[in-house]
């Protein structure tokens, strides 16, 4: 009922840029909390950054000053523009977002299948 999709994903060279999307669809009334996850292989999923539906944001150190993270509440897209990439970012990053679809109805953590981002040295 609810689908979160990435996009935006890819191959760059360090130093390089990319920005991810990640759109929300289905039954949906508000979502609360959005979240940008990477996993790289044989290391703990990790967090990069969270926006709140106020728009307050935080930020894994690792990646402080490097990456912003933005959402557009009426499109229930979340954004995540990388910058000066290193090789060490290389994993596949996932969305997720706190969502109800009703009034009054708890709220749901739901994630996106994730897109890969390769950056080579």
């Known amino acids: 009922q609810v689908q979160l999709v990435e996009s935006g994903g890819g191959s760059v060279p360090a130093g390089g840029t990319l920005r991810l999307s990640c759109t929300a669809s289905?039954?949906?009334?508000?979502?609360?909390?959005m979240g940008w996850y990477r996993q790289a292989p044989g290391k703990q999923r990790e967090r990069v950054a969270y926006?709140?539906?106020?728009?307050?944001?935080n930020y894994a150190d690792s990646v402080k000053g490097r990456f912003t993270i933005s959402r557009d509440n009426p499109k229930h897209t979340v954004y995540l523009q990388m910058n000066s990439l290193k090789p060490e970012d290389t994993a596949v990053y996932l969305c997720?977002?706190?969502?109800?679809?009703?009034?009054?109805?708890?709220?749901?953590?739901?994630w996106g299948q994730g897109t890969q981002v390769t950056v080579s040295s």
């Open positions: 926006i709140t539906s106020g728009g307050s944001t």
């Open positions: 289905g039954s949906i009334f508000n979502i609360n909390t």
């Open positions: 997720s977002a706190d969502i109800n679809m009703r009034p009054g109805m708890r709220y749901n953590e739901y």
